[in-house]
C-alpha cells in the first residue's frame, strides 16, 4: 500500500513539473475590459463589440521550438458581455490572440509617431483593464 501511495505522489510531482515548466498547459484566459468612445470622448451606448479568439497550431518542444507548426490559426470561443452603456469584458480561453471589432465602426490608432490609423479591429495578446476604443463611424 506504501508503494501506491509513493507512486501517486511521484505521478503527481511530476505533473506539477510539467505544468511548471510550461511543458503542459492548464490554459490560458485572455480578458479584455474596456469601454467604446466616439471622436469627442462620450461613450458609445449602442455599440456592438465582436470577438474572435484563436491560437498557432502546433506543439512546442521546448521554450521558442516547435514541431510541426502550423500556419493556420485554429479557432476559439470567444464572449462578449455588452451592459449596453458602451462597456464591455471580452474573453476567450486556451486563446493565443483576442481580436475585437466594433460593428458600424473602425477603430482609431495612433502610432509612437503620432500617426493616425483608422483600422478594423484591434488585437491583444494578454489580458487587460481599461481598454478605451476610440471609434468613428464606417462610412
Same mark, same amino acid.
Not at 507548426?69 to 451592459?83: G, K, M, N, Y
Given at each position: ?27 490560458? +484566459? ?68 483576442? +481580436? ?40
Amino acid at each position: 500500500m506504501n508503494t501506491l501511495t509513493r507512486s501517486s505522489r511521484f505521478a503527481l510531482l511530476c505533473l506539477l513539473a510539467l505544468a511548471c515548466t510550461g511543458c503542459i498547459s492548464t490554459g490560458e +484566459t485572455i480578458r479584455v475590459r474596456g469601454e467604446v468612445v466616439g471622436p469627442s470622448g462620450q461613450r458609445v451606448a449602442d455599440a456592438v463589440v465582436l470577438a474572435s479568439a484563436s491560437k498557432r497550431g502546433g506543439t512546442i518542444i521546448q521554450p521558442g521550438e516547435w514541431q510541426g507548426p502550423d500556419a493556420t490559426d485554429e479557432s476559439r470561443e470567444a464572449i462578449v458581455e455588452l451592459p449596453g452603456d458602451g462597456t464591455f469584458v471580452a474573453s476567450a480561453n486556451w486563446s493565443g490572440t483576442l +481580436t475585437l471589432s466594433v460593428r458600424g465602426y473602425k477603430i482609431r490608432r495612433v502610432d509612437d509617431l503620432d500617426t493616425e490609423f483608422l483600422v478594423p479591429n484591434q488585437s491583444f495578446f494578454k489580458s487587460q483593464d481599461q481598454v478605451r476604443l476610440e471609434v468613428v463611424k464606417d462610412e
